[in-house]
T-cell receptor, first 120, second 117 residues
Framework: AQKITQTQPGMFVQEKEAVTLDCTYD???????LFWYKQPSSGEMIFLIY??????QNATEGRYSLNFQKARKSANLVISASQLGDSAMYFC?????????????????FGQGTILTVHP | EPEVTQTPSHQVTQMGQEVILRCVPI?????FYWYRQILGQKVEFLVS????????KSEIFDDQFSVERPDGSNFTLKIRSTKLEDSAMYFC???????????????FGNGTRLTVT
């Protein structure tokens, strides 16, 4: 079963508007972290924002915010006031505290990604 | 800001040849990872490394692959006999914390694009 699901292969948004990128996850571990990364066409992976499973408030980082709905197991990324430079692939990823064997070395598991295109 | 550096940025090799991809993780980080991304696809975990040994590996990381931390700063991925399907972007990542510390992000290098002809 997929641990991280991003159902939007591509999204379009007008410059200066807000956009939400969807992410759902699956884990039985009570301790986990959810991360969003941006991958521009140049290929590097840029860490954007993090949400912990025990965090009471939604994470925010500048124009990025995370709409965390724990009961629904969703962690959607909201980008406000989109800019042309936001055009990129966006990945949702999860890091679990402990695996089923009782050990964890903290690997990230990625979703399939969403390509965001910002139109002028 | 400290960063993970990877060399080379692009490597072209012939099928059957050995390649070594190099990474310098962030200096105070203890957990190291290799990922690969076939063009336009998902980022796939290969291996994690802690305390000078492999801590976890995926099914992709077969006997053709090996990792090493030859000194205090470098972290390498070796592919012994490359195949066409090894063509991908390979990312090195490091993290300050691992284990049950799920709230520490992985910091990625800019990747090495490996092309096997």
């Amino acid at each position: 079963a997929q641990k991280i699901t991003q159902t939007q292969p591509g999204m379009f948004v007008q410059e200066k508007e807000a956009v939400t990128l969807d992410c759902t996850y699956d884990t039985s571990d009570p301790s986990y972290g959810l991360f969003w990364y941006k991958q521009p066409s140049s290929g590097e992976m840029i860490f954007l924002i993090y949400q912990g499973s025990y965090d009471q408030q939604n994470a925010t980082e500048g124009r990025y915010s995370l709409n965390f709905q724990k009961a629904r197991k969703s962690a959607n990324l909201v980008i406000s006031a989109s800019q042309l430079g936001d055009s990129a692939m966006y990945f949702c990823a999860m890091r679990e505290g402990w695996d089923a064997g009782g050990t964890s070395y903290g690997k990230l598991t990625f979703g399939q990604g969403t390509i965001l295109t910002v139109h002028p | 800001e400290p960063e993970v550096t990877q060399t080379p940025s692009h490597q072209v090799t012939q099928m059957g040849q050995e390649v070594i991809l190099r990474c310098v993780p962030i200096s105070n980080h203890l957990y190291f990872y290799w990922y690969r991304q076939i063009l336009g696809q998902k980022v796939e975990f290969l291996v994690s490394f802690y305390n000078n040994e492999i801590s976890e590996k995926s099914e992709i990381f077969d006997d053709q692959f090996s990792v090493e931390r030859p000194d205090g700063s470098n972290f390498t991925l070796k592919i012994r006999s490359t195949k066409l399907e090894d063509s991908a972007m390979y990312f090195c990542a490091s993290s300050e914390r691992g284990g049950g510390n799920y709230n520490s992000p992985l910091h990625f290098g800019n990747g090495t694009r490996l092309t096997v002809t």
